[in-house]
């Protein structure tokens, strides 16, 4: 199993932060929950392509260090 980190804590939780209020109109407190949710690196990886499906656009790929 992954490590356990919040979806808040991801290099990339800007840009989706972002279209959630953009494109959803969600507010900061529903976009401050999402942001708490807990999961292993396979829940925030299925998580973020189903924002980048919802929204037709791609999150930045990072190289790791």
């Known amino acids: ?5 919040k ?4 290099p990339d939780w ?3 932060r972002k279209n959630l209020a953009e494109e ?3 507010d ?3 976009i401050a ?7 292993d690196s396979l829940d925030l990886v299925e998580t ?4 980048e499906e919802a929204f037709g656009s791609t ?3 990072r190289r790791k260090s």
């Not at 199993?1 to 980190?5: A, F, L, Q, V, Y």
């Not at 979806?7 to 991801?10: M, V």
């Not at 973020?48 to 924002?51: D, V």
């Open 1 to 5: 199993m992954g490590e356990i980190k």
């Open 7 to 10: 979806f808040r804590d991801l």
């Open 28 to 30: 900061e407190k529903q």
């Open 33 to 39: 929950a999402l942001g708490e949710v807990e999961g």
């Open 48 to 51: 973020t392509m189903a924002l």
């Open 59 to 61: 999150l930045p790929k």
């Open 14 to 16: 800007e840009e989706p």
């Open 24 to 26: 959803l109109g969600m």
